[in-house]
């Protein structure tokens, strides 16, 4: 899938998030890029500061990144489909960890 279709994939499940959550998010970029060097089958990965991790001397720090990783999710779906419904997943999924949700409650919540 090439690049400008994919990232308006993310655009749209970004959209897809309650305006009240958006709205909630702080110093935080999502970022499209092909793979993680260090894990190449990584779907996305949040890097920054948790909201509920930041304290009184929190600022002045550069954006939370929210990466997406375009060739590894486009290789685990067989179908656009199926690259449409795993982009929202990820999304949805780093999102969360942003707002401080770990892996385990994301997938008690089905968003593993």
């Known amino acids: 899938m090439p690049q400008a279709q994919f990232e308006e994939l ?18 935080v970029v ?17 890097e920054g500061y ?8 929190y600022g002045g720090a550069l954006p939370d990144r929210i990466m997406i990783y375009r060739a590894a ?13 795993e982009v929202t997943i990820t999304v949805v999924h780093e999102i969360a960890h942003h707002f401080g949700i770990d892996d385990d409650r994301l997938h008690e919540l089905g968003w593993g």
């Open 10 to 27: 993310v655009a749209d499940a970004l959209d897809s998030v309650p305006a009240e959550l958006l709205r909630l998010m702080d110093n």
């Open 30 to 46: 999502v970022l499209v890029e092909d793979r993680n060097d260090s894990e190449p089958d990584l779907l996305g990965l949040y």
């Open 50 to 57: 948790a909201l509920p991790d930041r304290g009184w001397d």
């Open 73 to 85: 999710i486009c290789d685990m779906c067989e179908t656009p489909a199926e690259v449409v419904e």
